[in-house]
Each structure stands twice: as structure tokens, then as C-alpha cells.
């Protein structure tokens, strides 16, 4: 018969999680948007439907020449909707037909954000009648991001440092495990519903942020 020595494998799990500290490091960039992305749609409605829609796409053709004068490139302008949608009344529980409605909207990338204003007033006598909210981003985050990540990491050690300092133990600066979250693109929405087309679109700032999970040993 053999003999094996004794080993408390609980007391060897919880001797391996002595030692560490975890923390969540995070860092963000301040950034000037050098995009904008607005959606601009055209809206038109009557009892024909090929009327409407010869109607509709004569409309949105004048839009798209306005937003070529402003030289953005034919490939930053997209359909990124287009509907019919027949229109009904409903009197006595009678439906009644009234109609159809078609919507085209378009996706449009500017990056001379000082033309915002002018592009959408002059979008609007094209015919544009649907304005949505404008999106401010930028179009290559990633050295923004990587000073984000770098003071992300740094947050996280200064972290680390004053839990060790607190406990009196002396922290190995090098983490053994570091998690990166998964980065998102950030935006700045502006609605035009608070402004008008005299009115100028200021883009501001938006913040890149980043974020990781770090675990330390100490001795």
C-alpha cells in the first residue's frame, strides 16, 4: 500500500490569490471633431405614387448637386433609407385612403465643419425637409485612444501604489494580467431641433475614454 502525502488543495487555492490587488484604471483624451456626419432627407406626399416619386428623387437629385458645390466627395454621400409608405385616415371606423408618402434619406460625411451651417441652409432650399441630428466624431481615433490606454494604465498603477501604501506592502509595479475594454468611437449629437439655419453649428469637444482592469502582486 502506498502512502501519498497530505495536500489541502483549498489551502494552496487561497494561498494562490494572496498577494494581489485588482484595480480599474481609466484615461481620457479631450478631442476636436474633424467629422460630422448629418442625415438630411427628402419628404414628399401625394395620391400618385409615381408622381411622388419622380417627384421625390427630382428633389433629391438638387440636393445632392447642392452638397457637391460644396466639393465633399460623391462617395460621403449615401442612401441610407428610402420608404413608400401609403397614408390612410380613419373616420368612423372606415379606413380611408389619403395617399402615399416616400422618404429618402441621405448620409453625409463633411469634414469642413466651418460649412455645416451653409451646407444645411442651402440643402433646405434645395428642397431638403427633413434635417436629423448632426453626429461630431473623429475619423482616426486610434493616437487619441493610445494616450487614453497609456493614462488608463497609469491611473490604474497610481491606484495600485495607494492601496499598497495603505496596507504597508511593497507593490511589484509590473501587473501580471492587464483587461482592455472594448473601445468605443465617441460622439457629440447636436440637434437641429435648437437651431436654425442663421444659426452656427458649433462642434465643441468630445472625449475619448479608456478603460482597463489591471491585477497586481505585492510582497
Do not use: W
Amino acid at each position: 500500500m502506498m502512502n501519498y502525502p497530505f495536500c489541502n488543495y483549498g489551502a494552496m487555492k487561497v494561498k494562490e490569490e494572496e498577494g494581489k490587488i485588482t484595480v480599474v484604471g481609466s484615461g481620457t483624451v479631450p478631442v476636436i471633431p474633424d467629422t460630422a456626419i448629418i442625415n438630411i432627407g427628402v419628404v414628399t406626399e401625394g395620391s400618385n405614387l409615381q408622381e411622388v416619386q419622380q417627384e421625390n428623387a427630382a428633389t433629391t437629385t438638387k440636393v445632392v448637386n447642392s452638397l457637391l458645390s460644396f466639393n465633399i466627395p460623391r462617395e460621403n454621400i449615401q442612401t441610407s433609407f428610402y420608404n413608400i409608405e401609403p397614408r390612410y385616415d380613419y373616420k368612423d371606423g372606415t379606413q380611408i385612403f389619403r395617399g402615399y408618402r416616400v422618404t429618402n434619406m441621405l448620409t453625409v460625411k463633411v469634414k469642413s465643419l466651418n460649412d455645416i451651417g451653409a451646407i444645411i441652409d442651402s440643402t433646405v432650399k434645395s428642397g431638403a425637409n427633413r434635417i436629423d441630428n448632426i453626429t461630431f466624431t473623429v475619423e482616426n481615433p486610434s493616437a487619441f485612444y493610445n494616450e487614453a490606454l497609456r493614462l488608463a494604465v497609469k491611473n490604474a498603477e497610481n491606484k495600485a501604489l495607494t492601496i499598497a501604501n495603505t496596507l504597508m506592502v511593497q507593490l511589484i509595479k509590473t501587473p501580471i494580467k492587464v483587461t482592455e475594454e472594448s473601445p468605443v468611437v465617441p460622439i457629440n449629437e447636436y440637434s437641429m431641433i435648437k437651431a436654425s439655419a442663421e444659426t452656427p453649428v458649433l462642434p465643441g469637444q468630445i472625449t475619448i475614454t479608456a478603460k482597463i482592469t489591471a491585477i497586481y502582486e505585492y510582497a
